[in-house]
């Protein structure tokens, strides 16, 4: 499989995307045929930056 | 005057909305100064420099909204909470659509569970969290649309590593546009579908050349944006090879156009080597990088500024001769009789330009133009060959200014949503006698203001009134990056411009030109 197989696939497929953050950045997508997702995005940790910190180490 | 100051503990809003709602805040008579931003230290720190920090919003925490509003009386202040208590009771924009009431995920994993044909994740959350929700769709196997800015440098080579591992596209951090197999993301415009693929640093230029493509009458199979420092030597050029690679497999694209500035020497030189072993034809825009290209080279072609860039691409494509470079001297002979009527009322007084742009690829080509035409300019940001302003906030002789800039949208809108930063501005520089041209980019499509032309128009209208009071004429330039198909319609924001006396005209390209000339008569 060459690298960028799955960048050729995004390409042929239909496009189904998760939108975490600015819901007026996607909101034209309604005219096109694509399939959307908002996410409920608040800053995890309360935003504390110790424990935000943590948890980019864990998910690395 | 009155202050009005409220913290809604947990109630987090994306900063397009907050932006939205400050922007028409502003247009109520009275009202003075408003902000509503979350409860980070640095908008607290900025709230403190504007004089509106006040006990209850320096208690608030980054997941708690602080609203200040700032009136000359109560009245305003009354208008403007009511539209703060309408805009909270409105639908969400998926839920509208949507006509359901709907119980929103979470995060990607629960998004993904309710659908897991998901294949791109579309980010644009403030920059300290932003590489954690760029890392988490990465490992979930999405692609990745990265809009927020403010990502560290290490940051964003760790995602671009991380997806180069895993065979996926990583657009950004800080990449405004994009256009994937016809569907346009972020601020990008409605084009053609076609046969020319574009890697783009995604900024304005990617946009412009886009529209540029399509009003020639050809399109985009796909326009990949890599975030403007891709081409540091920090991140190696990962998402731009990715992308680039890809569009030589891509059975859909023929041409494919490389694009970007601040690119490193040795990364550039690396795209170029392989770019010429390819067999298709690549239209290559590294500004101050042209030698790379040489003549000998058969498949890969230099242009030299934004429109030649579109126009080749399109040449290419059609088989056609390769056009060269527009130039003041093909500009001048097409627009003679337009030079000779915006030139012939001037005081003698008036001799500059001033180029108020809120694309910086915009501003970044006009610079090259400038210094063709005038032994000395200023510029914010100062690069090339540009003198330094003493202050951003006030122009000297020909000038150019990114007012899309972080100097000037720290703390409010940017001039693409909202035009009153550049009206604010118009209306001091024309404090100036000695103005003679205005240079002015609008930049249409999905995201952009709904309807510069109305907006500007008047500060149009009012600038060229006070300067033919005065004994003299005011000439205004703009060009419009945008399509037929965009919300906004070209044509009609055309006629909009054209009605309030500015001069519009197909390209940034032609435009700085244009505006040179006439400056220089």
Same mark, same amino acid.
């Given at each position: ?10 390409? %042929? ?18 005219n ?29 | !005057? %009155? ?15 907050? !932006? ?31 004089? +509106? ?15 200040? +509003? ?95 591992? %895993?065979?996926? +596209? ?9 256009? $994937?197999?016809?569907?346009p993301?972020?601020?990008?415009n409605a084009v053609r ?15 412009? /050349?886009?529209c540029?493509?399509s ?39 023929? /041409? ?16 170029? %080597? ?126 150019? /200014? ?14 693409? +949503? ?16 000695? $103005?003679? /041209? ?6 249409l499509g ?13 500060? $149009? ?15 205004? $330039?703009?060009?419009?990056?945008g399509t037929e198909g965009d919300p906004?319609n070209r ?31």
């Amino acid at each position: 499989m060459a690298k960028h197989d799955l960048v050729l696939k995004l390409f %042929k497929n239909r496009l189904s995307i998760i939108n975490i953050g600015i819901e007026n950045l996607v909101q034209h997508l309604s005219n096109y045929n694509v399939d959307m997702i908002q996410v409920d995005w608040r800053p995890p940790a309360e935003g504390k930056p110790e424990i935000l910190e943590k948890l980019r180490k864990l998910i690395k | !005057m %009155k202050i009005y100051a409220d913290v809604k503990k947990n109630t987090y809003q994306d900063s397009m909305k907050l !932006m939205r709602l400050q922007a028409t805040l502003n247009t109520i008579p009275g009202i003075i100064a408003c902000s509503l931003a979350m409860g980070t230290p640095q908008n607290k720190a900025q709230l403190g420099e504007a004089g +509106l920090l006040t006990q209850e919003v320096e208690q608030a925490g980054p997941n708690d909204l602080c609203i200040v +509003l700032k009136a000359e009386s109560a009245g305003p202040l009354s208008s403007a909470r009511e539209r703060i208590t309408e805009y909270f009771n409105r639908k969400g924009i998926i839920e509208a659509y949507s006509g359901e009431e709907q119980i929103l995920p979470r995060s990607i994993g629960s998004a993904l569970r309710r659908m897991p044909e998901a294949n791109l994740a579309v980010v644009s959350v403030p920059g300290p969290y932003a590489a954690l929700e760029a890392t988490k769709a990465l490992n979930s196997g999405l692609h990745v649309f990265l809009f927020s800015d403010n990502v560290p440098l290490q940051d964003e080579f760790e995602l671009k590593a991380l997806a180069e591992q %895993k065979g996926l +596209l990583m657009m950004g951090p800080d990449c405004g546009t994009a256009i $994937i197999s016809g569907i346009p993301l972020g601020f990008s415009n409605a084009v053609r579908r076609g046969r020319i693929g574009i890697v783009g640093a995604s900024g304005s230029g990617m946009q412009e /050349v886009c529209c540029l493509i399509s009003k020639m009458g050809e399109g985009v199979s796909q326009a990949i944006g890599t975030g403007g420092r891709d081409l540091y030597k920090e991140v190696h050029g990962k998402t731009f090879v990715m992308a680039m690679e890809s569009l030589l497999d891509d059975e859909e694209t023929d /041409v494919i156009i490389l694009m970007s500035k601040h690119c490193d020497e040795k990364i550039a030189t690396r795209i170029v %080597k392989k770019a010429r072993a390819s067999k298709k034809h690549i239209v290559v825009y590294f500004p101050g990088l042209e030698s790379l290209i040489e003549n000998n080279m058969e498949n890969l072609h230099k242009a030299l500024n934004l429109e030649h860039i579109a126009a080749t691409g399109v040449a290419l494509v059609r088989g056609d001769t390769l056009p060269r470079p527009i130039t003041k001297e093909i500009i001048s002979e097409e627009m003679r009789e337009v030079i000779i009527s915006e030139t012939n009322r001037f005081s003698p007084r008036q001799k500059y330009i001033r180029a108020l742009f809120t694309g910086g690829t915009f501003a970044d080509e006009a610079n090259v133009i400038f210094a063709s035409f005038f032994d000395r300019f200023y510029a914010y940001p100062c690069y090339g060959q540009a003198s330094c302003l003493d202050s951003p906030t006030k122009s000297k002789e020909h000038c150019i /200014v990114d007012l899309g800039d972080d100097f000037f949208t720290r703390a409010k809108v940017h001039p693409m +949503l909202d035009p009153m930063l550049r009206v604010e501005r118009i209306t001091k520089e024309i404090e100036d006698k000695q $103005i003679r /041209v205005f240079l002015l980019d609008v930049v249409l499509g999905y995201g952009a203001h709904l309807d510069p032309g109305a907006a500007l128009a008047k500060i $149009i209208l009012d600038s060229k009134r006070i300067v033919e009071q005065q004994g003299g004429y005011l000439s205004f $330039i703009i060009f419009l990056c945008g399509t037929e198909g965009d919300p906004q319609n070209r044509t009609n924001q055309k006629r909009k411009f054209e009605n309030s006396g500015a001069i519009v005209t197909d390209s940034s390209t032609r435009a700085a030109l244009l505006a040179g000339l006439i400056a220089s008569q």
